[in-house]
């Protein structure tokens, strides 16, 4: 079961992307009961917590990205989106979108974002 990311590109520090992220329908029938989070991953480093939006509401963010980053859901739409603003080149990896209740956990297949100088 793969959810499915997307919205990754190149932009320039300073600039913004959303990304966003869709549960496949016919397995995340109760998408509510879900925490969903975003982490990403650079090459030789562990994949690492951007941000994360239980399935109360509640968010929480590395302290990185605080104040920069907005992660949002859509219960109706099963879709999970993160507003990426004042990006900078330590931003460079590669993003993956992460649905979690108890000892469950799906992944997205990973989306990439550059962020230029």
């Known amino acids: 079961v793969q959810l499915q990311a997307s919205g990754g590109g190149l932009v320039q520090a300073g600039g913004s992307l959303r990304l966003s992220c869709a549960a496949p329908?016919?397995?995340?029938?109760?998408?509510?009961?879900?925490?969903m989070g975003w982490y990403r991953q650079t090459p030789g480093n562990e994949r690492e917590l951007v941000a994360v939006?239980?399935?109360?509401?509640?968010?929480n963010y590395a302290d990185y990205v605080k104040g920069r980053f907005t992660i949002s859901r859509n219960n109706s739409r099963k879709t999970v989106s993160l507003q990426m603003n004042s990006l900078r080149p330590a931003d460079t990896a590669v993003y993956y979108c992460?649905?979690?209740?108890?000892?469950?956990?799906?992944w997205g297949q990973g989306t990439e974002v550059t962020v230029s100088s």
């Open positions: 992460q649905a979690k209740r108890g000892l469950e956990a799906y």
């Open positions: 939006v239980t399935s109360s509401g509640n968010t």
């Open positions: 329908r016919a397995i995340f029938s109760v998408f509510s009961i879900y925490d």
